[in-house]
């Protein structure tokens, strides 16, 4: 049973972490590699206020929002004056990471530090004891999957935002304005990844590289699961299982390397992942 609850809140975790960077590869159509920069800044909001003494809970908007801040002036002032040369807006998404890893350091050192988690102790589950707040994480998972899908769905940002993913061209002919969708899709996405890096620290720590395997994990389900959030479900879920039982009863290394090595060999045999078509 305790396996089955890792690989449940392992696919939970890894889900919440990628779903910013599969929004903006949906609608952008580039992986912003400052993903991981993102998810460091959302693990030193949370440690701010740890170090503040405010409730842990704070951590969760505070990270949302100092994100989403940061994505909106990275969008305006370096990735919108890149999008008609793609390959540029890739590499200076490289960059940005690197940038904000070293600003972190300069700002606060490479040591590594600790955040409160929100929620402490185990909970009786089927005649054994499991993290609470591991579990939570399945939950928040979920409310992230909803309310993705209700944004897209149920709202005309949603409605606006999958005519480009379709067609780009086709949407700027209807009269959508492109440029706002690819605005507030990198915040949104940037915003997700902070809260992710506030939502993992409990379970780690908090340093300036800590986006770094996440990012590459992150990139391979996204790889895998095009631009369908059930796919990257049924991606996280699969490769993110293969990697608890690798570790769990193989070598924790080479568990590290599970994700990226399934990716790997999914679209060697079917470049579509695990998307439909």
């Known amino acids: 049973m305790a396996t089955l609850l890792d690989i449940l809140t392992t696919a939970a975790i890894l889900y919440s972490v990628a779903a910013g960077l599969l929004i903006v590869f949906g609608v952008m159509k580039i992986i912003n590699f400052a993903h991981g920069g993102f998810l460091t800044?959302?693990?030193y909001s949370a440690l701010l206020i740890t170090k503040l003494g405010l409730n842990p809970w704070w951590s969760v908007p505070c990270a949302f929002a100092i994100g989403f801040v940061c994505g909106m002036l990275i969008e305006r002032l370096v990735m919108k004056p890149l999008y008609s040369r793609p390959l540029d807006a890739i590499l200076a998404?490289?960059?940005l990471g690197i940038i904000i890893?070293?600003?972190?350091?300069?700002?606060?050192?490479?040591?590594?530090?600790?955040?409160?988690?929100?929620?402490?102790?185990?909970?009786d589950l089927l005649g054994g004891t499991y993290s609470g707040y591991r579990l939570l994480l399945v939950l928040v998972a979920v409310v992230i999957a909803i309310g993705i899908a209700l944004l897209l769905n149920g709202t005309r940002l949603g409605l606006v935002t999958?005519?480009?993913?379709?067609?780009?061209?086709?949407?700027?002919?209807?009269?959508?304005?492109?440029?706002?969708?690819?605005?507030?899709?990198?915040?949104?996405?940037?915003?997700?990844a902070s809260l992710a890096g506030a939502l993992i620290t409990p379970l780690s720590s908090v340093d300036p590289n800590m986006g770094v395997p996440w990012l590459?994990?992150?990139?391979?389900?996204?790889?895998?699961?095009?631009?369908?959030?059930?796919?990257?479900?049924?991606?996280?879920?699969v490769l993110g299982?293969?990697?608890?039982?690798v570790s769990s009863w193989g070598n924790p290394i080479l568990g590290g390397l599970t994700i990226v090595?399934?990716?790997?060999?999914?679209?060697?045999?079917?470049?579509?992942g695990f998307s439909r078509g």
Do not use: D, H, K, Y
């Not at 992150?218 to 996280?236: I, Q, R």
């Open 93 to 95: 998404t490289w960059g």
């Open 216 to 237: 590459i994990n992150a990139f391979m389900l996204v790889m895998v699961s095009g631009v369908s959030l059930v796919s990257l479900a049924v991606a996280c879920l």
């Open 162 to 192: 999958r005519a480009v993913i379709m067609n780009e061209n086709l949407a700027r002919g209807l009269g959508i304005n492109s440029g706002l969708v690819r605005f507030i899709t990198f915040s949104l996405g940037a915003g997700l």
């Open 101 to 123: 890893g070293q600003l972190i350091t300069l700002g606060v050192g490479r040591e590594v530090q600790f955040v409160q988690s929100p929620v402490s102790g185990t909970i």
């Open 41 to 43: 800044v959302g693990g």
């Open 241 to 245: 299982g293969a990697q608890v039982l």
């Open 261 to 272: 090595v399934l990716a790997a060999v999914v679209l060697r045999l079917r470049p579509q």
